[in-house]
């Protein structure tokens, strides 16, 4: 009878405690989106690129397409393909849809939200605000924290190193194959 208590007691703990990844707080939100590991990398061109993960614990499809910030007039939603063998970031035109249940990953070399020509120089512990906007008319803000994850990795910016792809910026990854970037 203890151990059930105890199991029962434990099991209430959890669920009355907001939810953490690592130092990432998750975000509920009235549509029934959750939204964590919310960060951005410090942007040491003029773009910068934000990440985060999408779930969607509703019964309905939502569909994500587009972003806004205070920091950049143009903010894209983009990926990265591999197209005859080399990486390419590519916006994505019509969006993204989350599927009832379904999480989507926004990271590098991945899915992310692009902000180009930023209007500021962001280091690690900067943090701005970011809108996700989605078809049925809803927005999201969350607030993005710039971490100096992967740094001593990627030294170049935004979001690429020659391991996982190319950005479509990058003197280095545009137009060129896996090997050459290999040997740079």
Known sequence: ???????LFAVLICLSTPVFAGDEKMKETASNL????VWGKPNYGPNGAAYFILKNNSKT????IGASSPLSDRVELHTH???????????????????PGETVHFKPAGNHVMLMSMKEKL???ATYDLELKFKDGSTEKVKVAIKDKDHEKDH?????DDKRGSNADDKRGS???EKKMKKN
């Open 34 to 37: 959750s939204i964590s590991h």
């Open 81 to 99: 393909l591999k197209e005859d063998g080399v990486m390419k970031m590519r916006k994505m035109k019509d969006g993204i849809i989350v599927k």
């Open 61 to 64: 499809d939502r569909h994500l």
């Open 156 to 160: 170049r910016g935004s979001h690429a």
């Open 123 to 125: 280091k690690p512990g």
């Open 175 to 177: 137009g060129t194959d």
């Open 1 to 7: 009878m203890k151990v059930l208590f105890s199991s």
